[in-house]
């Protein structure tokens, strides 16, 4: 069985870019999650999708961070404009239900210049 | 507001010792998951505990659910190279969204 997907691995923008990230998750699970890590740090829950709805964006960054989950299965993340301390690993996870166990993506690193 | 605190923050072992590290909160959890990141790479489920005292092996690694509620074990045995990296406990907050521990780095040295 596939994993979940994540691209691009890398990306590199200078500020004031827009930049988006791709999540496909296992298939049959109805729970999407996006994490934000930094070094160091464990990941740090952004928004938590159930099927194409969004139950808990209170950790989004509202102002610059969007998200959509069209279909319930795929998801992007997208920020506009980065900033420079948007730099850090997006995560993708997937579950077939919330607090269950999480399975995650590879991660994208986004590197803001 | 929620407290997950790992411990210890990094080990340097031996190759063949056993490791034990844990994880506690400040609150009851119903649920306690461990995870490995390897650099570059997300983190991967190692074990989950759904029951207060459960016990729960794969392979070399053993975790515990605390009988509070309140903490997990991990233990690794006969530690090896390729057991180096980074592992996080995960509980739900308020039965929720999952909430991570900063992580305990473990290097092992041949």
């Known amino acids: 069985e596939a994993g979940v997907v994540q691209s691009p691995r890398y990306k590199i923008i200078e500020k004031k870019q827009p930049v988006a990230f791709w999540c496909n998750p296992i298939s049959g699970h109805n729970t999407l999650y996006w994490y934000l890590q930094n070094l160091g740090q464990g990941p740090e829950l952004l928004i938590r999708y159930e099927n194409e709805e969004a139950v808990d964006d209170s950790q989004l960054p509202k102002d610059r961070f969007s998200a959509e989950r069209l279909k319930g299965v795929d998801s992007t993340l997208k920020i506009q404009p980065a900033e420079l301390g948007d730099s850090a690993v997006y995560l993708c996870a997937s579950s077939p239900s919330r607090v269950r166990e999480q399975y995650f993506g590879p991660g994208t690193r986004l590197t803001v210049t | 507001g929620q407290q997950l605190n790992q411990s210890p923050q990094s080990m340097f072992i031996q190759e063949g010792e056993d490791v034990s590290m844990n994880c506690t909160s400040s609150s009851i959890f119903n649920t306690w998951l461990w995870y490995k990141q390897d650099p570059g790479e997300g983190p991967v489920l190692l074990i989950a505990?759904?029951?207060?005292?459960e016990l729960t092996s794969n392979g070399r690694l053993t975790a515990q659910f605390g009988i509070t509620r309140k903490d997990s074990f991990l233990n690794i045995s006969a530690s090896i190279p390729s057991d180096v990296g980074i592992y996080f406990c995960a509980g739900p907050y308020n039965n929720n969204d999952m909430r991570f521990g900063a992580g305990t780095r473990l290097t092992v040295k041949p």
């Open positions: 505990l759904y029951k207060a005292g």
